[in-house]
């Protein structure tokens, strides 16, 4: 069983700039490919941006390319998520996620463990 929590969420000004981590307890994530989701209220859940099991793959919204960096570091069973320029629409909660296969990496039905989400917002 994979247990994921997200941290590093909070109250920043526009333009600012948070990091997100996302670790686990129980089995390593080395395996696995990994993402970022957002969910703002009333809106549908959003992939932000998702990583191959080396970290050799990105992917990105186009809302969040050039401002977002997704990273991990296998040995710690750590993922990240840099975010810069950070603007109010960003303002959302934000969800880490693993799967077995890249394949179709931005479908968040197809993730198989979840998170439970840490709040950003962002104030303009």
């Known amino acids: 069983q994979v247990q994921l929590a997200e941290s590093g969420g909070g109250l920043v000004q526009a333009g600012g700039s948070l990091r997100l981590s996302c670790t686990t307890s129980?089995?390593?994530?080395?395996?696995?490919?990994m993402g970022w989701f957002r969910q703002a209220p009333g809106k549908e859940r959003e992939f932000v941006a998702g990583?191959?099991?080396?970290?050799?793959?990105?992917y990105y919204a186009d809302s969040v390319q050039g401002r977002f960096t997704i990273s991990r570091d296998n040995a710690k069973n750590t993922m990240y998520l840099q975010m810069n320029s950070l603007k109010p629409e960003d303002t959302a909660v934000y969800y880490c996620?693993?799967?077995?296969?890249?394949?179709?990496?931005?479908?968040?039905?197809?993730?198989?463990?979840w998170g439970q989400g840490t709040q950003v917002t962002v104030s303009s």
């Open positions: 996620a693993a799967k077995r296969s890249a394949v179709a990496i931005r479908v968040g039905a197809l993730y198989e463990y």
């Open positions: 990583i191959s099991w080396s970290g050799d793959s990105t």
């Open positions: 129980g089995r390593t994530l080395s395996s696995y490919a």
